[in-house]
T-cell receptor
Framework: KAGVTQTPRYLIKTRGQQVTLSCSPI?????VSWYQQTPGQGLQFLFE???????NKGNFPGRFSGRQFSNSRSEMNVSTLELGDSALYLC?????????????FGQGTRLTVV | DAKTTQPTSMDCAEGRAANLPCNHS???????VYWYRQIHSQGPQYIIH???NNETNEMASLIITEDRKSSTLILPHATLRDTAVYYC????????FGSGTQLTVLP
């Protein structure tokens, strides 16, 4: 069974631009969660999607948004990029919503904002 | 979310057991304890979880104290590839990662 796939693996963007990251969950998993990891703040929860609906949201500004498609694939978007958005963005999939503890992570997308 | 406390770092000799402690004194009765690890620049990897009984799988064992206020993750025969940051998490709707323990397995 294929794991969680995140694309692209690496990305370089300029301040003020926007970016879209993609996550394909494990087959059969319907929940997708997104996390941001920075050296200073560690791993922080962004949001969770289940059945195309956002079920849970972390404490991030509205520039961070996401969506989920009917095939459970998810995208997250960051608008008006800031230098501080440089981070490893991780996606995790699980069978059901709210089962945060039983989640499988992708390898992440490394975003660098210059 | 129940808060967890872990040592910042630990060393372990290759081939020996690595015992990683975690304190979660505010855990609720129906909250599970989960362990993940993250090898440098990779996504976190699920290791094991438990509620009140001790658990074992092919990767590790989890010992939870009777009062559930603390737990220990045991890697029975640590290898160099086990060098990673280990996170102890009390299950909530989402995973709330603390700082974890940097385990370094020494040759």
């Amino acid at each position: 069974k294929a794991g969680v796939t995140q694309t692209p693996r690496y990305l370089i963007k300029t301040r003020g631009q926007q970016v879209t990251l993609s996550c394909s969950p494990i087959s059969g998993h319907r929940s997708v969660s997104w996390y941001q990891q920075t050296p200073g703040q560690g791993l922080q929860f962004l949001f969770e999607y289940f059945s195309e609906t956002q079920r849970n949201k972390g404490n991030f500004p509205g520039r961070f948004s996401g969506r989920q498609f009917s095939n459970s694939r998810s995208e997250m978007n960051v608008s008006t990029l800031e230098l501080g958005d440089s981070a490893l963005y991780l996606c995790a999939s699980s069978l059901e919503a709210g089962t945060g503890g039983w989640a499988f992570f992708g390898q992440g997308t490394r975003l660098t904002v210059v | 979310d129940a808060k967890t406390t872990q040592p910042t770092s630990m060393d372990c000799a290759e081939g020996r057991a690595a015992n990683l402690p975690c304190n979660h004194s505010t855990i609720s009765g129906n909250e599970y304890v989960y362990w993940y690890r993250q090898i440098h620049s990779q996504g976190p990897q699920y290791i094991i979880h438990g509620l009140k009984n001790n658990e074992t799988n092919e990767m590790a064992s989890l010992i939870i104290t009777e009062d559930r206020k603390s737990s220990t993750l045991i890697l029975p025969h640590a290898t160099l590839r086990d060098t990673a940051v280990y996170y102890c998490i009390v299950r909530a709707r989402q995973l709330t990662f603390g700082s974890g323990t940097q385990l370094t397995v020494l040759p």
